[in-house]
């Protein structure tokens, strides 16, 4: 997930809630968004 802009990667968390994903693969990219000190959005 490094290799992703701050932008693709705020655009996978939405639309991996749009797609009801695993909620394991959100934490993932809510972990990656805490690193990168970007701010997750209230469901």
Do not use: G, T, W
């Amino acid at each position: 997930m490094e290799q992703l802009s701050n932008e693709l990667l705020l655009e996978s968390y939405h639309k991996a809630n749009e797609l009801n994903l695993s909620p394991d693969f959100v934490a993932l990219i809510e972990e990656e968004m805490c690193k990168r000190d970007l701010p997750i959005p209230v469901k």
